[in-house]
């Protein structure tokens, strides 16, 4: 018989919903229920792409005899961290303060008021390097349950007391200015590892909102050594096994420090901000290397992540079948000599030399990731694409990796902002119009009348949790980035209305500061808020870009005051933790420059002049430039309000910092502009 998570709508719900765990969602049933048998409530978090939730949920919970302890002892609450990461944020701080550290699976219990007493992450079938067994773990919950109800309540209680005592640092009371930037950059030279590539040791994750920062902060002061950082960090990645060498996008992360060996899970969020920064760095350098990389992790988002209604999927799993029944980490993507002479026949040690295809592998039991080591000598490009078309062909013949198809919306959000860029740069509209689709899938399925967003939709179904600050912010920059490269001013409008919601339902009208759940969303044992940068921009700094770009656009004052404010916590955290914070040193370099608001004007939407000003304006460098393009009577951007043409011709305008240049209407001209100091 299924559980209650049959009628759910996420991936990860669904796959626990034949377990013989009575599993509950999270909601106030689960917790009367608590209340009403007098037991304690285990919450387990994890999300679809997680390796060791699959272990765990195979070890425990579909054990039977594990089950039928949990049915009779707990009410258990399964959560997706990806549709609630509320939740998931203020029960991870719990963990973390408790032990240390955190992840998932994580595992917490709970009192029937929710407030945490006894935490863990991964907990093995058996006793194993030092950890107790799962089922020792609830027996012993159990037993101080029945026995020491006061003193777990005393413990729930002191625990709750703490977080709520627990403040995030103070903002400073102004945005950063050259001074901290300075410092940032000096920061992150010294954790920058010039012989591989990115910052610290292993794992070693994308840095994608640091590498936005790099190439801002040259675009601004000219500074070579943040651009040799970042296109070196770029090659390292794209030569190395973290990159798909044959399908294009990006794994979670490597687990060494050289970049070999990939935690081999694909999720959205990353793949979306690595196309941008690809697109970027192409801008800034004319890189091959980025330009390539940039469109084949574009043309991965639009084969393997999108969806039948247009948005894109969460993620691909790192496990898969390999071959033999068993579900094995990176089963789809790893080659062995022998596997190579099989589909490539006498081109097999061509491929190997190409690939780094050793006999002992790169990867576990000889088996090696797919990179490009050779950084010398001459391969026959027609002879490459051959062999890279002919492996894919037989990789595709694979069991292929389960794919997570909800849509949520902030990282949907990232995905149009990175495609309708790369689609302008490279003039692939089929990429701007993906973007177009998804951003029309957010505003038909997750935006009500009201202009509230929700979290997340699968298969056209929107789903029932409330979006958070992340998702407010993080589409509004996609409905912007599409706004600059369509002329299409109805996607102003639109994130002229999530921001709205942010300034009235997210932001301290005291402090400032930004808070990672609405004022009216549900109560946890504590609001949310976070301005650190983890796998994706945090709500806070994507807040801040978001709305100085639509001031940018608007001129309107709250909405840049709003954003000067968020940035004070940048001022405070950037000199001293810049990897964590990138996406808002990013923001602040965009401040500093103004930033530029361009105005493209021409006497029809299809002229062959405007659009070359309009692209010019496209590919600046400059930090967080806006663009409006359109006729002169064009009432869709504020931006073209009294904008004429010169002597007829298609013309642009540059103003920042309340004052205008000249207009010109020769794109070399404009490119000067955009590149003055």
């Not at 998932?104 to 935490?119: G, I, K, N, R």
């Not at 002879?383 to 037989?394: E, F, P």
Request: charged share 25%.
């Amino acid at each position: 018989m299924p559980n209650r998570l049959a009628h759910e709508t996420s991936p990860y719900l669904l796959q626990h919903a034949d377990n013989p765990v009575d599993w509950w969602p999270w909601s106030g049933e689960a917790f009367d229920e608590a209340r009403r048998t007098g037991r304690p409530v285990l919450l387990s978090v994890g999300y679809s792409s997680c390796h060791w939730c699959h272990v765990m949920a195979h070890e425990s919970f579909e054990d039977r005899a594990t089950a039928d302890y949990l049915n009779e002892h707990f009410v258990s609450v399964k959560v997706d961290r990806e549709e609630r990461p509320d939740v998931d944020a203020v029960y991870m701080e719990a963990v973390q303060a408790a032990t240390g550290h955190g992840g998932w699976p994580m595992t917490v219990f709970l009192t029937p008021d929710a407030e945490p007493f006894y935490f863990g992450t991964y907990f093995p079938p058996a006793p194993r390097h030092g950890m107790p067994s799962f089922r020792q773990v609830l027996e012993g919950v159990q037993q101080a349950w029945t026995t020491r109800r006061d003193e777990v309540a005393d413990v729930a209680g002191k625990i709750v007391r703490d977080l709520a005592q627990r403040e995030i640092v103070r903002q400073a009371a102004e945005a950063p200015g050259e001074q901290e930037l300075a410092q940032a950059l000096l920061g992150l030279t010294r954790e920058y590892d010039p012989q591989r590539g990115g910052f610290g040791g292993a794992p070693k994750f994308p840095p994608s909102m640091v590498l936005e920062f790099l190439l801002r902060h040259h675009a601004r002061t000219g500074a070579e050594g943040a651009l040799q950082m970042a296109q070196d960090t770029c090659e390292r990645m794209a030569r190395g096994g973290i990159y798909d060498q044959l399908g294009g996008g990006f794994a979670r992360y490597s687990v060494d420090r050289d970049w070999v060996v990939p935690h081999f899970e694909k999720m959205l969020y990353d793949n979306a901000l690595l196309c941008r920064v690809y697109t970027h760095l192409w801008r800034a350098t004319g890189s091959d290397l980025a330009r390539r990389v940039a469109l084949d992790t574009a043309q991965f988002l639009l084969r393997e992540l999108r969806t039948a209604e247009g948005g894109f999927a969460s993620a691909l799993d790192a496990d898969s079948d390999d071959g033999s029944g068993r579900h094995v980490e990176g089963a789809y993507y790893v080659w062995r000599p022998a596997q190579l002479r099989e589909a490539l026949g006498d081109d097999a040690e061509l491929a190997a030399q190409y690939f780094g295809v050793t006999d002992e592998g790169t990867f576990e039991h000889g088996q090696s990731v797919l990179q490009l080591p050779q950084t010398e000598g001459v391969f026959e490009a027609e002879k490459i694409a051959s062999v890279k078309d002919r492996l894919l062909a037989a990789r595709a013949r694979r069991p292929a990796p389960g794919r997570d198809d909800k849509v949520v919306a902030a990282w949907n959000g990232l995905a149009i902002a990175a495609l309708a860029e790369t689609g302008a740069c490279f003039d692939r509209p089929d990429l701007t119009e993906a973007a177009v689709a998804a951003a029309d899938l957010l505003v038909r399925v997750h935006l009500d009348e009201h202009g509230r967003l929700a979290r997340t939709s699968k298969d056209g179904r929107v789903g029932p949790n409330a979006g958070v600050l992340e998702d407010y912010a993080d589409v509004a920059e996609g409905f912007l980035a599409l706004a600059s490269v369509t002329g299409e001013g109805v996607w102003l409008d639109f994130a002229g209305l999530l921001l709205d919601h942010v300034l009235a339902r997210f932001t301290d009208t005291e402090t400032g500061a930004l808070y990672d759940t609405a004022s009216d969303a549900e109560q946890l044992i504590r609001r949310p808020q976070d301005p650190t940068d983890n796998a994706a921009p945090s709500g806070w700094t994507a807040a801040a870009g978001a709305l100085l770009s639509y001031a940018a656009h608007t001129g309107s004052e709250p909405h840049r005051a709003a954003a000067e404010r968020a940035l004070g916590v940048v001022k405070t955290l950037g000199p001293r933790v810049p990897r964590f914070i990138g996406w808002g040193l990013a923001v602040a370099e965009a401040l500093l420059d103004g930033p530029r608001e361009v105005a493209v004007v021409g006497p029809a939407p299809d002229d062959e002049r405007t659009a070359a000003l309009h692209r010019t304006a496209l590919l600046s460098t400059a930090p967080g430039a806006v663009v409006a393009c359109g006729t002169p009577d064009s009432e869709e951007f504020p931006l073209l309000a009294d904008r004429t043409l010169v002597e007829g011709a298609p013309t642009a305008y540059v103003c920042r910092g309340f004052v205008c240049d000249l207009p010109v209407t020769d794109p070399d001209a404009l490119r000067t502009k955009l590149t003055a100091p």
